[in-house]
């Protein structure tokens, strides 16, 4: 894979093996893995056995799960690709993965322009890569998928959280609009029992994988249009819409009704000015100083309700909560960024009890998919909804 192609699978890499403690996150390098230790890797579990085997003259092959027709599998990363191949898939692979949870996702025809700009000015150079590489990334995806019916059969796999079911919901517009594989299928999950807190399809190793197969489901017409209206709700610049569809349960995809939830929960607070992210950062430090790394362990094992943020995505949401006019916390220096030390100011403090608005801080500029976070519009706890303000 060209770098470019990969680039935003290392926003989201570490959050498919949360469980492995990433309590000293330390990226030496944009292409390392920033804290999972593949060898750590909880043992999965299933019901299924070895492949299913072919007798030849030459001995027992082992027949691919999708052995019976050409197939493109489609993830929201690389992080089950070599799991697939050991499980003995042999269909085609594609990674659609550009975090569109974070960052301007506007109604507007240079969307892939505004994301790859995004993409570089958010994580480029942590990750060393430039925007025109950015882009040709996204480009390449784009036309991968525009060619996803080419092949007879089409799957998808996906789970619970923001980042995947908004990355579902485009895949599903995309489909919805046509032309349709002559067979389109869904793997989406929330739980695994091999897995006592399921963060991603990324904890499972290669038997566990395989014993998904034989549940997906053909994807339905239902599910096509909502994908479609989920797509659209998104790119508003009122996210009225997204909010009603979220209020409906969304019964044709049962788990992405929590997941627009709680996008919507990342708008500013009516109480404070906060995302629900900023806020979790601030309350946990609001105990002590803690390091980066440390802080990121403890929204995924704990705080955080719904996780969805990888590394780098966290990172940047704590840098840039420091360069706000009156900065809510401090960084110290370090030439590592997950080690560095975090502490909240008093202003912070303040903000966190309600008594200053952040955004009256003057903090940078900040997306909620096409929603502009200036305070226009917050999430309110009291209520569980939107709210505009005039």
């Not at 390392?32 to 299933?46: I, K």
């Not at 569809?245 to 939830?261: D, V, Y």
Request: hydrophobic content about 40%; charged content about 20%.
């Amino acid at each position: 894979m060209a770098p470019a192609s990969g680039l935003t699978t290392l926003l989201k890499r570490p959050i498919r093996n949360r469980e492995t403690s990433p309590v000293d996150i330390d990226i030496e390098t944009p292409t390392q893995r920033a804290f999972v230790d593949e060898t750590a890797l909880p043992e999965t579990h299933s019901q299924i056995g070895e492949p299913r085997m072919n007798t030849t003259e030459h001995g027992c092959l082992p027949v691919p799960p999708d052995g019976d027709l050409p197939t493109l599998h489609i993830r929201c990363g690389s992080d089950i690709r070599e799991s697939l191949r050991q499980a003995g898939f042999a269909g085609d692979f594609l990674e659609y993965s550009d975090p569109i949870c974070q960052g301007p996702v506007p109604d507007t025809s240079d969307l892939l322009q505004r994301r790859a700009r995004y993409l570089a000015q958010s994580c480029g150079s942590i990750m060393g890569f430039t925007e025109a590489q950015s882009l040709a990334g996204l480009e390449a995806a784009e036309r991968r998928l525009n060619e996803a019916h080419t092949y007879p059969r089409v799957v998808l796999w996906f789970e619970h959280d923001s980042y995947d079911q908004l990355l579902l919901a485009r895949c599903l517009a995309h489909f919805a609009e046509g032309p349709l594989p002559a067979h389109l299928e869904l793997i989406c999950i929330d739980r695994h029992p091999s897995v006592e807190r399921f963060l991603g399809l990324g904890q499972l190793g290669p038997p566990a994988l395989a014993s998904l197969w034989p549940h997906r489901t053909v994807v339905t017409p239902a599910q096509l249009e909502l994908g479609r209206l989920v797509w659209a709700a998104l790119r508003h610049a009122d996210p009225s819409d997204l909010a009603a569809i979220a209020a409906t349960g969304t019964p044709a995809l049962p788990l992405a009704a929590p997941a627009l939830r709680r996008h919507l929960q990342e708008l500013p607070g009516a109480r404070d000015g906060l995302s629900m992210t900023e806020r979790l950062v601030l309350r946990i430090l609001a105990g002590e100083p803690t390091r980066i790394g440390r802080i990121f362990a403890a929204c995924v094992q704990e705080a955080e309700p719904l996780p969805f943020l990888g590394d780098i995505g966290f990172l940047g949401v704590v840098e840039q909560m420091a360069v706000a006019r009156t900065a809510v916390l401090t960084i110290e220096a370090g030439e590592k960024p997950f080690p560095r030390l975090a502490t909240i100011t008093e202003t912070g403090r303040q903000v966190l009890a309600g008594q200053v608005d952040y955004l009256s801080l003057g903090p940078p500029e900040r997306w909620v998919g096409g929603v502009v976070a200036d305070g226009q519009w917050r999430w309110d706890d009291s209520t569980g909804g939107i709210l505009r303000v005039p």
